[in-house]
């Protein structure tokens, strides 16, 4: 994770590293958590890390989730045992190859409990690019992601509304 938080205040700042952070956000605990893309053997994965509040890592995991370029792109925690992080990766086996989204249910030490996948139709594109996970006050969890046909072309922005079991609404 090549992030530094830095948090004068508690007078601290920690660099964790090598990959690319996109999102975090403070825990219950007064800790936070990370989520971005660890670069791999010319390939990319999905990584979250949990700190404490002195920003000392308490655990973290790496998820292939697709053939390659795999990350996390947002984050939000949905109680003190659970996690959602959102991302997308690159789908080789397809033709063509294309990018697909995926939301994941994360226990409160980022083990894995659910995946979803999203995978675009022909009518709204080849493509899924994730943007952001949200929660309501009713506790659904919004996911927003852009579909297109091409990489480079306008896209259609979509949100998928999910319950805490990420059951589709």
């Known amino acids: 994770i090549m992030a530094t938080i830095s948090l004068r205040a508690q007078n601290w700042e920690r660099l964790y590293g090598p990959g690319n952070a996109a999102d975090f956000t403070q825990t219950p605990d007064g800790g936070f958590i990370l989520v971005g893309t660890n670069a791999k053997d010319y390939a990319a994965e999905a990584f979250i890390t949990k700190t404490d509040a002195e920003g000392d890592v308490e655990w973290g995991h790496a998820y292939d989730v697709g053939d390659s370029l795999d990350r996390y792109t947002s984050l939000q925690v949905l ?4 996690v959602v992080a959102a991302g997308d990766f690159l789908f080789y086996g397809g033709n063509p190859e294309r990018f697909l989204s995926f939301i994941h249910l994360l226990d409160a030490q980022g083990n894995l409990i659910k995946e979803v996948k999203l995978d675009p139709t022909p009518t709204l594109g080849t493509h899924y690019f994730a943007n952001d996970v949200a929660l309501t006050a009713q506790g ?4 927003s992601a852009n579909a297109s046909a091409h990489p480079q072309n306008p ?3 979509n949100i998928f509304a999910y319950d805490s079991a990420l059951e589709l609404l």
């Not at 109680?79 to 659970?82: E, I, L, T, W």
């Not at 659904?140 to 996911?143: G, R, S, V």
């Open 79 to 82: 109680d003190a045992q659970h």
């Open 140 to 143: 659904l969890i919004l996911f």
């Open 155 to 157: 896209s259609i922005g």
